[in-house]
């Protein structure tokens, strides 16, 4: 294949309009050749309802990157792969852990690349975050993953379904940053939900996690209209703490100041994708998904108030 190498987005939401489509725009790697949805207008390249029709067109394409709703990703790869497209799939890459297994028995067995682009280890500071992490022992400490749903998922109502994980669609990008800073078999305990009447998914939820003599506590909650944090913040057994916010764009040592990066997650999905397709490879981690699996299997539930959708 001859770089740049086409690539159309399949499913055009918030995110794939403000992140995959600039991120796209800025790599030396790829070129937006398409968009593949029902409701993209005011954009400067060739849009089809499916991709079936882009095929039909006679487009030439290399890749696709899936910001579909994570329940109908099977059905998509299966057709992107079979026509030797690689695939970057938008977090979390499936609804179920199989689905997630799945997608990457399809890349492998072709010959093509399928990438779980978990966006959030790309952010500024998780490599350092993962250094110090590995240089301390008996970690200790909370996630908070707080933020307004009607700003980041306006008319979504997929993510209050089954498998659109409702609080935890956001939440997984922590644990997706948790599990690359501090890998290994984590244990998830004491899970809460609070589910609005007409949803299938939670709008907050709490639970323990643990491994090895770590130890951390989470919260996730959609909380309209008030201030939002993405903070990942650890203690450890000699007493140095680290603290990421931002979601990994702000870091704090032992309480100094915040140093800050401006994020660029997305041009470093799209750099590991391009690493991935030119060494023919698949990378599809599901550490995060198992987590969240976890957590939906043995929540407790209570009912609350219903949401607007």
């Not at 067109?57 to 992107?80: I, K, M, Y």
């Amino acid at each position: 294949m001859t770089r740049p190498w086409k690539i159309a987005i399949v499913g055009f939401g918030k995110i794939a309009c403000e992140q995959h489509r600039p991120a796209i725009a800025d790599s030396p790697d790829f070129q937006l050749a398409a968009i593949i949805s029902s409701s993209a207008h005011a954009v400067d390249v060739p849009v089809f309802r499916t991709l079936e029709d882009a095929f039909a067109s006679g487009l030439a394409l290399d890749a696709v990157a899936l910001c579909t709703p994570p329940q109908v990703r099977q059905e998509v790869c299966d057709l992107a792969t079979a026509r030797g497209l690689a695939v970057l799939l938008e977090k979390p890459p499936a609804a179920t852990v199989a689905q997630a297994q799945a997608l990457a028995a399809m890349g492998s067995s072709r010959g093509v690349t399928v990438f779980a682009g978990w966006h959030s280890r790309f952010a500024p500071f998780v490599e350092e975050a993962r250094t110090w992490c590995a240089a301390h022992d008996g970690l200790h400490g909370r996630i908070e993953w707080h933020e307004d749903h009607l700003k980041w998922h306006p008319g979504q109502a997929w993510l209050w379904q089954l498998g659109g994980l409702g609080v935890l669609d956001p939440g997984i990008n922590s644990l997706s940053i948790l599990t690359v800073i501090r890998p290994g078999a984590w244990h998830l305990s004491g899970a809460a939900f609070e589910q609005p009447e007409n949803a299938d998914t939670p709008r907050a939820a709490r639970f323990s996690l643990g491994r090895n003599g770590d130890h951390v506590d989470v919260s996730f909650r959609f909380a309209e209209n008030t201030s939002e944090t993405w903070s990942i913040q650890l203690r450890a057994e000699n007493g140095d703490v680290l603290h990421l916010a931002d979601g990994g764009a702000a870091l704090s040592l032992n309480g100094g100041a915040f140093r800050r990066k401006a994020n660029a997650e997305y041009a470093g999905v799209y750099r590991r994708f391009a690493e991935l397709m030119r060494s023919g490879q698949c990378d599809v981690d599901t550490a995060a998904l198992c987590l969240t699996e976890e957590a939906f299997r043995t929540a407790e539930i209570t009912l609350v108030e219903p949401v607007t959708i």
